[in-house]
């Protein structure tokens, strides 16, 4: 199991390595509610992001974790509107410190005052959905809301994942996905600067 775990880890830093801004948000070549419910799955700044939250709040007691899985869901669709009216540009550094933040808190096992948590959270959805917004037109309303169950379902993997990991193989395994999340991060906003 720890193997599969390290080479699961390695494959998330060199997919990291070949990030790009472009590849990171390649666009919406198939709109609509399916095209959007894959995107999310396709960014690997989005994958990694909302996964990695989703480790994070696997942390959390289920009611926690839920507001604060809310919150997020809530400012991506404010930053997807932010995003769509251009007031949100040039964002492609803070995805990448996003995917960076998350890794890291994860690997420091750190515990955040809840307001500090959800502050956090939001601005992850802010810039996001900002991302996604600037890429769709005021037509593609079922693909925005196909990003939002994509997110959420990543969100859901994520802590699913983390509990499972701390049950079958302990805390240490999600300190090094952690770092597998950050060192992704780290390729990804080196790429982007």
Known sequence: ??????????????LGMAAT????????????LAGGIMHPFTGLDHLLAF??????????????????AAALIGAL????????????AGIEPMLAITVVLVGLVIV?????????????????GLFHGAAHGAELSSRQVSTLLGIVLGSTCLLGVGWTGGKALRRLVGESSVELAGGGIAAAGLAMLVSAI
């Open 108 to 124: 420091c096992a750190v515990e955040l005052p809840l307001p500090v948590f959800i502050a956090m959270f939001i601005a992850f």
């Open 77 to 88: 669709l404010v930053g997807a509107v932010l995003g769509a009216s251009e007031l949100m």
């Open 51 to 68: 996964v990695g939250a989703g480790i994070w709040l696997a942390r959390l007691d289920k009611r926690r974790a839920i507001g604060a």
């Open 1 to 14: 199991m720890k193997n599969r775990l390290l080479a699961f880890v390695g494959a998330l830093v060199v």
């Open 21 to 32: 801004p472009l590849w990171a948000h390649p666009g919406h070549e198939a709109p609509g």
